[in-house]
């Protein structure tokens, strides 16, 4: 169906041509799910951008063959490469908020795309995409479709860019990252779907993620890329159970196990290794020096969150919609409490309410022996703004891309006053991002020239620069490949092995949280469904949520793979 044959892609500047991909081979049969992973900057979305035709200017095909059956799409001129786009190939993105429009109903992007490939009325188009969404498993579709985008969730969105991506019949569909900001339920629902729609319909997909459990679970073969080259491609069962390729093996290393705790991740090549140790004592001296006693732990006792609801009459008042219902819950101090449950379960709520960006209706928080004040009664200059830091989801909305590092990383010391002297905030700075495993000259850049591990080692570096006793991670490497989140969550293990920090882990990813947490607890609707010793809970979990997670995470099972070669 697909045939990728020596491609090249190259990126001119004014320093010369950048390499983006060279000599990638490829094929994919009809109804093949073709995996294709690999880290940051590998080349796997370019290899996708490049076959639909929207490399981004001033990117190029340099070389190689492209071909859709017998079609060579090198050889389309821009017109019939329009007409193929969408009609024999279609793109599913990672973000479904971004490629649908917020502006217009379901109905009318889904009539649009219908009625821009086929020569057909608008009810034909309109009765079409109902069946669409029928068969992706939107429920009373007829009425659904009338729905804007941001009246459905991450998982239902994801759904209708898929019904979108299907509603021309293409030969073939790129789907790139389509699992990554969804929880493992929603999650394995849309793989469930990618798995029908090419048996059914014998599409032919290249399923571009970071996520070697979900190749392992649903991919036919696997090929794996690093810095633009193809390393290993074959049988999944083949290239996951006995990878041939050094690269291939230190990448199933670095997967987190979900049926056993290990001490350490195992990473292909650990991030800013030759950095001097002696740099960033200095940073290790002063945050101890900040942190000397007892480690602070929270407790949250019948926390409750409503958020106004919509109104549906005029006389009548909105039903308030409750966010967190009841929640009680102990971090104990110098632990890591992980916090785990799907989408709109509350997980995020939970920590704007400990940081004080969200008022609480109801509950007391306490850390350590002092009451935490909820919302607009904590203001900023607060004891409790300083000890308590986040580090959030995205790193790149998370720093301000036009401040270079040296006044990010100054800010918090100059802000709780620790340091005066500009010179000293700068020293100190440069010291903290050695400690984070990131070379000195870091500090004279700004956020867009780092790679999203790179990035969210500085909005680690940040949140330590206030001294905090108790550090909140929101998703901190949801959107991180397999190697770079190994290498953010040793950095995580040992920072709070060194200062003692007290550290509630957010995450959907439940093998993650296995290895990072001490306890854990499981958020659903609002309520705590169950919570304790995270080894009790994920060798015999007692609640039926809790079992349905565990049992829809996607896991890559070596020794299956290796009984399956």
């Excluded at 729905?147 to 969730?153: I, K, L, N, T, V």
């Excluded at 633009?228 to 050094?246: F, S």
């Excluded at 994920?538 to 949520?545: F, K, N, S, V």
Aim: include cysteine; charge should be negative; aromatic fraction near 4%.
């Amino acid at each position: 169906m697909l045939t990728i044959e020596n491609l090249s892609v190259k990126f001119p500047s004014r320093f010369g041509a950048f390499t983006a991909i060279e000599d990638v081979d490829m094929v994919i049969q009809p109804g093949e799910i073709h995996g294709l992973v690999g880290e940051s900057g590998a080349g796997k979305s370019t290899v996708g951008a490049a076959v639909i035709g929207l490399l981004q200017s001033p990117g190029y095909i340099a070389s190689g063959t492209l071909k859709l059956g017998d079609m060579d799409l090198r050889a389309l001129t821009p017109e019939q490469a329009h007409a193929m786009r969408g009609d024999r190939i279609s793109m599913i993105f990672q973000d479904p908020q971004t490629s649908l429009n917020p502006l217009m109903t379901i109905e009318d992007q889904l009539i649009e795309t219908i009625q821009a490939h086929s020569d057909v009325s608008t009810s034909a188009a309109r009765q079409r995409a109902v069946d669409l969404l029928e068969e992706i498993g939107i429920k009373n579709a007829s009425e659904r479709i009338k729905a804007y985008p941001h009246q459905f969730s991450g998982g239902m969105r994801q759904r209708v860019v898929i019904a979108l991506a299907i509603c021309t019949d293409p030969d073939v569909i790129i789907a790139d990252e389509p699992t990554t900001a969804l929880d493992v339920a929603v999650q394995s629902q849309v793989l469930k779907l990618i798995q029908r729609l090419a048996k059914d319909r014998k599409i032919a997909f290249m399923l571009i993620t970071h996520d070697i459990g979900v190749i392992a679970q649903i991919a036919d073969r696997v090929t794996v890329m690093r810095k633009g080259r193809v390393m290993e491609t074959g049988d999944t069962a083949q290239v996951l159970g006995a990878p041939k390729h050094p690269y291939t093996r230190a990448l199933m290393d670095a997967v987190p196990p979900l049926d056993h705790k290990i001490d350490r991740f195992r990473v292909p090549q650990e991030e800013g290794a030759e950095v001097e140790d002696a740099l960033g004592q200095h940073a290790e001296d002063w945050l101890l020096e900040g942190v000397r006693g007892a480690s602070t732990g929270l407790m949250l006792e019948n926390l409750s969150v409503k958020f106004a609801g919509p109104r549906t009459s005029l006389l009548r008042k909105p039903e308030p919609y409750v966010a967190l219902d009841d929640v009680t819950l102990t971090v104990r101090p110098g632990s890591i409490l992980g916090l785990v449950g799907e989408s709109g379960s509350g997980k995020s709520t939970l920590a704007k309410v400990v940081t004080g960006l969200v008022r609480p209706s109801g509950g007391t928080m306490t850390l350590g022996d002092a009451v935490l004040p909820g919302g607009k009664a904590r203001p900023r200059n607060h004891p409790s703004r300083q000890l308590v830091q986040m580090v959030f989801q995205d790193p790149y909305s998370s720093l301000n891309s036009r401040h270079r590092i040296r006044d990010i990383l100054s800010e918090p010391l100059w802000f709780y006053g620790f340091v005066k002297e500009a010179e000293a905030r700068e020293r100190l700075a440069e010291s903290m991002l050695a400690l984070v495993g990131m070379p000195p000259d870091a500090i004279d850049k700004y956020p867009h020239q780092f790679s999203g591990g790179q990035r969210q080692r500085i909005a680690v570096a940040r949140a330590l620069l206030a001294r905090p006793r108790f550090l909140i991670c929101d998703e901190p490497t949801s959107a991180l490949d397999v190697s770079i989140q190994a290498e953010i969550l040793n950095l995580l293990k040992d920072l709070q092995a060194k200062f003692g920090l007290t550290i509630l882990f957010i995450s959907h990813n439940l093998a993650v949280v296995r290895q990072m947490a001490d306890d854990t607890a499981v958020l659903r609707n609002g309520r705590i469904e169950e919570i304790g010793r995270t080894e009790d809970i994920y060798a015999a979990p007692q609640a039926d949520y809790t079992k349905s997670l565990l049992a829809l995470t996607p896991v890559m099972d070596r020794a299956m793979l290796q009984a399956r070669v």
